[in-house]
């Protein structure tokens, strides 16, 4: 049985307080990580491996050493706490009952990075969230883990808490930065990277609440440790939170790399009403859904990859046979379409067209030629936007064509649903 | 006119960014916590407090969805109906309250009581299908669930 990492406190009581959090180690790594060189932290999490949880699987340490190290620069630290991902609720876990988790990692990253001041952007709807995060803010400051001289070290680091306003775009890490800046959340053109010019102009790094909750194990645990977990190139453990159809949808905390079958049968306790499975989404609305043969693919970045899909967030989103995958279509497309930054004419049209296609054909109106039309409107979108948002829409309609096109067809013929 | 408490909360936000700008975010949703929804007065008044041009936060407040530009009423249900709720019968929720309220997705009760809204993900998929009202979640939602939480809104 693998034993939790991340989530190995959320059964506690009070486990959102700092009193539990020392009790049970916690703020030790922070204390280690002052004793050591900048450059030896980001040494560490780069030995250990560790892929961003954001959804690009891109290597943390190696982000971390992208920014200037010059000292007369102001550099930031921003977290990613946006989670509107549709499928995906594991940032709200740690935020609600293990805050502390994540502001440790959020300290030792500033310090490995320089930055003295950070920004937990947070969705506007998770209310109880930003209230523990702040509660937990306050705690940290009042026993001296933040503020000025940390642990005595001259280390100076704030932490601020930034609330959206219900827009999935500002997820993007360059919208994200326009949102903090006050503006609307329309992502920037990269060059600039952040990492050289993000948020006011400065270095930034932007890292998930996951990926930055593993921060304060690898120091404590050692980068070795960490890369032992799971697969050789993306190691660690996962939060896999599984919905839809199963009998038990929740939070799993597991080794990367645990396959599909092991998550929705044995942890998730398989399909309810003893039915059987159409197809999973692996990892969020953005990534192509799969099917019953493909459920013994490690959930890690490469394998998933290799399958033509992605492990995104890892929220896992389970269909079985009465699912109708032209709604399912439908309404991923129309997510897509609500939450399109309107900036580039591929992205909002097309989301908007392809949209209303799906409609008329899950409404039973739809014509001959639909699917077609369906097809090339994908192909007029790819590629050709500003940024991953109209992308993640193709990939999420093609992946739902390639393996169900029989189903869009049987629609539009027969003005209905097959099953 | 915004009231003392409402403008002394926006310049403590101020505190936490290098500039004015950033807090334009801030300053809006303390403003409609207070006055229920964004009037152009309302904007035209935070961008003051701000040193901003009023078009600026109103392109901002126009983008976020969460920022009322028509009144909501005391009670504001946003139904999730994103895919794993769709899965788990995010519609028929939506027709349940709809039946119960005597409105239609979009509307407010004529005592202006509840307004009633589907919206995307919430986050909340592994508890699906779920609600928001006003800041809380309902999750797990059942009809019967429903009718004791409706019965409960004083
Ligand atoms: C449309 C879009 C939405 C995104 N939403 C999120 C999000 O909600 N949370 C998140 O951490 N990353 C999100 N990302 C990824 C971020 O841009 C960024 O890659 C990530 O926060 C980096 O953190 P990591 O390296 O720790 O993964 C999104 C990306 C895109 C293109
Ligand atoms: S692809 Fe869509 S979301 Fe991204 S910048 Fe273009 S319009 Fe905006
Ligand atoms: S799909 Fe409804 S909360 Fe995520």
New binding site residues.
């Given amino acids: 049985m693998f034993e939790p990492i991340l989530l190995k406190n959320i059964n506690t009581h009070d486990s959102h307080r700092i009193d539990v959090y020392l009790k049970n180690g916690g703020y030790q790594a922070l204390a280690a990580a002052l004793k050591m060189q900048p450059d030896g932290i980001i040494q560490t999490v780069k030995d250990s491996g560790l892929r961003g949880r954001g959804g690009a699987g891109f290597p943390t340490g190696l982000k971390w050493s992208f920014i200037p190290k010059d000292p007369t620069i102001p550099k930031y630290l921003c977290c990613n706490a946006d989670e509107g991902e549709p499928g995906t609720f594991k940032d709200r876990v740690i935020i609600e009952k293990d805050p502390h988790q994540l502001i440790e990692g959020m300290i030792i990253t500033c310090c490995a990075i320089g930055a003295k001041v950070a920004y937990i952007y947070i969705r506007g709807e998770f209310v109880f969230g930003a209230e523990r995060l702040k509660t937990a803010i306050d705690e940290a400051y009042q026993k001296g883990y933040l503020g000025k001289n940390i642990l005595g070290s001259n280390f100076n680091c704030d932490i601020y808490i930034h609330k959206g306003a219900g827009a999935y775009?500002c997820g993007?890490e360059t919208?994200l930065l326009e949102s903090i800046e006050g503006r609307r959340g329309?992502?920037r053109i990269k060059p600039p990277f952040p990492a050289l010019a993000g948020l006011y102009a400065k270095p930034t790094v932007i890292n998930n609440v996951e990926t930055l909750s593993c921060i304060s194990h690898i120091v404590n645990r050692g980068a070795k440790w960490f890369a032992s977990i799971g697969p050789e190139k993306s190691p660690g453990p996962k939060l896999f939170g599984v919905s839809g159809h199963v009998n038990k949808p929740g939070m799993y905390e597991l080794p990367m790399g645990t396959t599909a079958r092991e998550i929705i049968y044995n942890h998730a306790g398989g399909i309810r009403d003893s039915r059987k499975l159409k197809a999973f989404i692996p990892g969020g609305v953005s990534a192509p859904m799969l099917t019953e043969r493909d459920l013994d693919t490690p959930m890690d970045f490469d394998s998933l990859a290799a399958k033509g899909t992605m492990l995104g967030s890892g929220g896992i989103i389970v269909m079985d046979e009465t699912a109708c995958i032209v709604k399912v279509a439908m309404r991923t497309m129309g997510f897509?379409r609500h939450?399109?930054?309107?900036?580039?004419?591929?992205?909002?049209e097309g989301?908007d067209w392809t949209y209303k296609v799906l409609q008329r054909i899950e409404r039973g109106e739809g014509k001959e030629g639909d699917v077609e039309l369906l097809e090339k409107l994908c192909g007029n979108i790819f590629g050709r936007?500003?940024?991953?948002?109209?992308?993640g829409?193709v990939m999420a309609l093609r992946g739902a064509l390639k393996h169900f096109r029989d189903e869009f067809a049987y629609h539009v013929k027969n003005k209905r649903c097959m099953g | 006119m915004l009231s003392d408490k409402s403008k002394e909360e926006i310049k403590r936000v101020l505190n936490k960014y290098p500039n004015k700008r950033s807090a334009a975010m801030d300053a809006l949703r303390i403003a409609q916590n207070e006055t229920g929804c964004l009037s152009g007065d309302v904007m035209q008044e935070v961008a003051g407090i701000l040193g901003m041009p009023a078009p600026q936060v109103n392109e901002v407040a126009a983008f976020y969805t969460m920022y009322n530009k028509k009144p909501v009423g005391k009670y504001h249900i946003q139904v999730c109906t994103n895919v794993s709720c769709s899965l788990l019968g995010a519609e028929h929720i939506v027709e349940f309250l709809s039946r119960k309220l005597g409105i239609k997705k979009g509307e407010t009760t004529p005592d202006k009581k509840v307004t009633l809204s589907v919206v995307e993900c919430l986050g909340s998929c592994g508890t699906a299908p779920m609600m928001q009202i006003n800041d809380d979640y309902y999750e797990d939602l059942t009809d019967e669930k429903i009718e004791e939480i409706l019965s409960k809104l004083p």
């Fill in positions: 775009i993007e919208a329309r992502p897509f939450e399109s930054c309107g900036k580039c004419t591929p992205c909002r989301t936007t500003f940024c991953p948002l109209g992308d829409a």
